[in-house]
């Protein structure tokens, strides 16, 4: 009983559009708690939300169907978190038409304002949110009217007694290994200022980086898993398709070849990464591994890493795909992918430098490329969550497929932004010693 009433002083934090966990584990790495409430309506985000939050009230529900008083019981409440369907705003959607039901779930935030009065409320979606409008009858945002309904969305939670402002924030900013920007907005109705957090992480040629007063940004090479094997491009039983080939020419060209620092691993592979599953005839979408990740999306994993193996130049090999990587390479000055060995050989340019590789001022030539797409465990590193964080399986043990673990994945807050957003508003609330969602101390 006494614990009961002492709980009744604590004030709770509550997790709308909870999914996997994303804001959930910044939020406990910050504060060191688990949060108290977590609401999403997908079993399987409450599944994995379940297995790695085992402390959380969890409501499989949509966020309409749960009554903000029956939540909180009395308590106080801290922070209120929302992360609505972001999906029917984002510019990836093209020129489809929207849902707006779901264009909607964001004036939850105004029922639980207007219920139980949250100190702070935070929202998170994709910039086109500040471009909320009306919809016409066809289903497409009313161009006359954008913003509108963002606006009277700030009007509302102000005549509630809140302050409210909004920011965009990169992920790579906070210490996460991903370009992922994001919209914030702030309100809170407890007097104190709505506070910024500052970024922790730089560009490394940036002074700030430079004279220390930022750590440089993660990378993408930093999160891929060097030990899994990937597969050669050639005499697959499926042929890549010429987009695909194209972009591996593009990145070995631009990454491996034509770089005087080409990124080398372990047994001898030179790579570069490569943005799969868009319209690119050009093969235009290869990326630099010494930088963050792009943005991850639920739609499906869209990046792959692309090894060039290598030999030095007078090694001696029996690897007869040394004839077809040549091949392949010879037509990266062209406008296609390359040439069948079978046929005669394409003009031949005056620079004898394609197949070759200078490592250290040694030449090496390539005997093989492999192609394999980024695994979910690499993913969500990317994203900057903790590496015990389970993904594969949920509460029960069952275990998730590949589609759904990209899917949480795709959907989740990258963690470094909660913790920081809540360090930044909500110190009171925050160890000064840091722990992981574990409750391990770290740092």
């Known amino acids: 009983m006494i614990f009961l009433q002492l709980n009744l002083f604590r004030e709770i934090i509550v ?7 994303g804001a959930s584990t910044g939020i406990e790495l910050a504060t060191g708690l688990s949060v108290d409430v977590a609401i999403n309506h997908d079993p399987d985000a409450i599944a994995m939300h379940k297995v790695n939050h085992p402390d959380t009230e969890h409501y499989c529900e949509s966020v309409w169907d749960v009554d903000p008083r029956e939540v909180v019981r009395g308590r106080r409440t801290a922070l209120v978190w929302l992360s609505p369907d972001c999906k029917h705003f984002s ?44 919809v016409l009858k066809d289903g497409m945002p009313d161009p006359n009217k ?10 509302a939670l102000e005549r509630q007694g809140y302050v409210v402002d909004w920011r965009e924030l990169k992920a790579c900013d906070y210490g996460a290994p ?33 004279k220390g007063k930022l750590k440089p940004y993660r990378t993408a090479g930093q999160v891929i898993d060097w030990s899994l094997s990937c597969v050669s491009i ?22 491996v070849i034509d770089t005087p620092r080409p990124f080398i691993t372990p047994k001898d592979r030179a790579n570069t990464l490569i943005q799969m599953g868009y319209g690119d005839p050009e093969g235009r979408r290869v990326l630099n591994l010494n930088k963050p990740l792009g943005t ?32 392949f390479l010879t037509k990266y000055y062209g406008s296609d992918v390359g040439q069948s060995i079978h046929d005669p050989l394409h003009t031949v340019t005056t620079k004898d430098r ?29 994203m900057g969550f903790p590496s015990n964080y389970i ?5 029960e043990g069952k275990t998730y497929s590949k589609a759904k673990q990209v899917a949480r994945c795709g959907n989740a807050v990258p963690p470094p932004f909660a913790e920081h957003i809540v360090r930044a508003n909500l110190p009171e609330l925050c160890n000064n010693t840091q722990k992981d969602f574990r409750g391990v101390v770290v740092g």
Request: hydrophobic share 40%; with cysteine; charged share 30%.
């Open 391 to 395: 993904i594969n399986k949920d509460y």
């Open 178 to 210: 991903t370009i992922r920007k994001r919209l914030f907005l702030i309100a809170r109705c407890d007097g104190k200022p709505i506070v910024w957090p500052s970024a922790t992480h730089g560009d490394p040629k940036s002074d700030e980086v430079r």
């Open 15 to 21: 997790d709308n559009f909870a999914g996997g966990g």
């Open 354 to 382: 394609f197949g070759l590789v200078t490592v250290k001022g040694k030449s090496h030539r390539i005997i093989d490329i492999g192609l394999r797409m980024l695994q979910p465990h690499e993913l969500f590193s990317a």
């Open 146 to 155: 954008k913003g509108k309904t963002f606006k009277a969305f700030i009007r």
């Open 234 to 255: 050639f005499d697959r039983p499926k042929p890549l398709s010429p987009n695909t080939m194209r972009r591996i020419a593009r990145g070995v060209q631009k990454f």
């Open 296 to 327: 991850i999306t639920a739609g499906g994993n869209k990046f792959a890493v692309a090894s060039a193996i290598i030999a030095p130049k007078d090694a001696k090999s029996n690897n007869d795909k040394s004839e077809l990587v040549t091949a």
């Open 91 to 134: 510019k990836a959607k093209g020129g489809k038409p929207v849902e707006k039901k779901i264009r909607g779930l964001a004036w939850v935030a105004v029922r639980w304002a207007a219920t139980v009065k949250p100190r702070v409320i935070i929202l998170e979606n994709v910039e086109e949110f500040k471009t909320w409008g009306p």
